[in-house]
């Protein structure tokens, strides 16, 4: 255990199986507006750490320096009123700043207008169903195979060995790099969460209710996430997997859904 | 006639000092504030025990991927219960039970102002917990829908749900009482001399939290109610089916839950603020201004409750009000964390339990700030609501943040409880592995929630595996640690005699009767001693 975490501080433990790449940050994702909250993430946290070190660094001067068995006398002073409005107002000088940005990314991340693609997203327990509004194509969306064979109690399958171990399902959501793509959320039962990282989009299904939240990706690839809203015994095997292609590719894929759709509809008569 | 009068005044004088009753009944019908605080206090020790060994099934669970030890039902069973005790079982009641002992013997009061109700308001509680606890052997097993309840979700709770909504209602009864008699005894009670300004910060962040108690316990109460007609007597107060909505108990709830959280830490700032001074041996800095500043979060926490909620789809005004104001209580929490550091400042310090204690709490509470405010940005924290780095940065706060203070003001009030000094190596040792393995399991939460983890699944990507491990092996040598407070409080009257002072330069009325406390204190005002016991 010591040794792989090393190793993977390091770097340099190969990956036996296919599995994201372990991290210790916010990933810095595919869009503009992730990047900018992965920026708001570090802004905040390097105030912290400057807080911290004058905050911690005055106490932990004061823990060895006055310390009765180094000889401190107490002194008996009890207030300074004009230390008090220093450690008021600094604080919130520097909370203005946290805010303006914050504001400015939380303005542009409310704007869903004019979408590319528009995707209504629908949860159920426990599995994402995913319907293009002007495509026509819609399909169901649950954990892939393996996952779902490795994942029950004494299935005797090491989940090390599986791809993606419960981050990888049958249909992923295939979306086109470069546009901007709206999802309308909504649920068909309890409360859920869809949750991709890479995207920055965390927005809650509820049934009654259609949520909005949108994204543009800036690059082709799969991207994985979660629910991330307490749904139910298997709230944490419903994953999501978003792959994002050139537009050419995307039209090509919706086209060949849609050949699917009409053989099924076909064979459905 | 008049030895007939002095044996008659004596005999009065016998009633006075009657001890206690003999045998169960002492416990069972006591009005005495000291025996009522002994018993929340044991209560609160069984129910950190009890949540603390459903925390273990979670983490033995979480320790490696795949599913070992419990199906994932059973896990959501867990982390509800062990919410649920935790919140509602360990802290709170713990506190009351500081409160109960010490409120009285701080202002000068001889008994707590509403003595038989302060009975009522304890036995309430194990009756509360015997009907929750019961709920783990009922088809359909205990609720399983988070400690926040969400609807539509806590509806598909088995035959486990009216008992669910019922303890609730009980442990809410039982904090309003709790918090009505705390009231009126700091309010009335008080020796003459001690304005208020002259309180001790235990007693005044209690008469703030107990006025936050009074104020959104009976909402908690109304949001559970409406879940209960909504399950059984064909209301929809949040089912959209019906008209309903479901956002709405989410903020009926987290308008609740958002100053349960200040009740369940202000009254740790008090202790702290009561320990820190008495081992700087150096006045508190600052007390009214950390007056103002626990009012003041208060205040805030009325107003930042959506900020639980910023992923449900608010309308962008709403989310940036709940933003500006959340960042806000930064403040007067800076102002407590300066004050404290500006009390160790050119103080003496020595480093009993106690101490250690709470300069761990400040270490660490202010860990736990840090993570709130970067929550506190709203779009930052649609990346981190709902996974481990909220989980890391609550327990931040309530472990070494509450608890941590709960064990200081134990270590540092048992002198004066037992008459008797505690061990006070067992008690470093405690303190020392607690530290240790509470940030061993706890601070890889916060990578894990940054690298993707969502909170409350048993299960998960074999990226998290390592951390995991981590947090696991940290969680059980934290609750072995746990172990040796026990130890400590076993042999509580083993080591030396106490002083009535206990410790070299304590300040406040409870350290000028004898240790361990008497029965009955304060029986006449404690008026001349006011002026030179009081901090100012």
Redesign the interface.
Known sequence: ?IR??AL?LLGVLPAS?T?????????KGITE?SA??YD??MM??W??IA??VV??G??II??FK????AG?????????TT??VI??AI??VI?LL??VP??E???R??DSRDPDVSIVVTAYQWKWHYKYQDEGVEFFSSLARPSLE??????G????A?D????DVDRPLVVPKGKKIRILLTSN???H?W?V?EL?????A????I??AWFRPEETGTFR?????????????MPIVVEVVEPDAYQAWVDTRNDDGAQVAQLEN | MSSTAADALDAHRNHDDHGPAKGIGRWLFTTNHKDIGTLYLIFSLVMFFAGGAMALVIRSELMN?????????FF?QMTTMHALIMVFGAVMPAFVGLANWMIPMMIGAPDMALPRMNNWSFWILPVAFGLLASTLLMPGGAP???WTM?P??VL?TGDAFPFLIFSVHLMGLSSIMGAINIIVTILNMRAPDMWLLKMPMFVWTWLITAYLLIAVMPVLAGAVTMLLTDQFFGTSFF???GG????MFQHIFWFFGHPEVYIMILPAFGVVSEIIPTF??????????MVYAASCIAFLSFIVWAHHMF???MP?SG??FF??AT??I??PT??K???W??T????????ETPMLFS?AF??LF??GG?SG??LA????D??Y???YFVVAHFHYVLVPGSIFAIMAAAYFWLPKWTGYMYNEAAGKLHFWSSTIFVNLTFFPMH?LG???M?R????????F??FN?MASIGAIGFGLSQLIFVYVLLTAKKGAKATDRVWEAPRGLEWTVPSPAPYHTFTTPPKARVEQES??
């Open positions: 255990m792989k975490l993977s199986t599995k994201a790449d372990w991290a210790l940050n916010m990933p507006l900018e909250t708001l993430h905040v946290f105030w912290c807080i911290g905050v911690f005055v106490m004061s823990l006055h310390r009765k068995s401190a006398k107490p002194a008996t002073f009890s207030h300074s230390a008090e450690w008021t604080p919130c909370l946290m805010a914050a504001t990314t939380m303005i991340l409310e490795a994942r029950t109690k004494g299935s399958v090491d989940p090390f599986v993606n171990y419960l981050l039962d309890v409360n969460a949750w990282p920055a989009i965390k927005r809650d509820i049934p009654g209710i949520n909005e996430g979660q629910c991330a809203e307490l749904c139910g015994k298997d709230h944490g095997y | 991927p795949g599913l070992q030890f419990v199906h994932p039902e959501n399983a829908s988070g969400y539509p979700l598909q089912l959209a089916a309903g909505d479901p956002v700087s041996r150096k006045p508190l800095f600052g007390h009214d201004s992923t449900v789809g962008l989310q940036l933003m500006f960042m806000l930064a403040v800076g102002v964390i300066f004050n550091v500006a160790m400042w050119r103080g003496a310090m020595t480093f300069l400040v270490f202010t860990i840090f405010l970067m940005i709203a779009p930052a649609i990346q609501h709902d996974t990578f940054l690298a993707g969502p409350r699944i048993p299960d998960y990507s074999t990226q595996a390592d491990w901090f100012k």
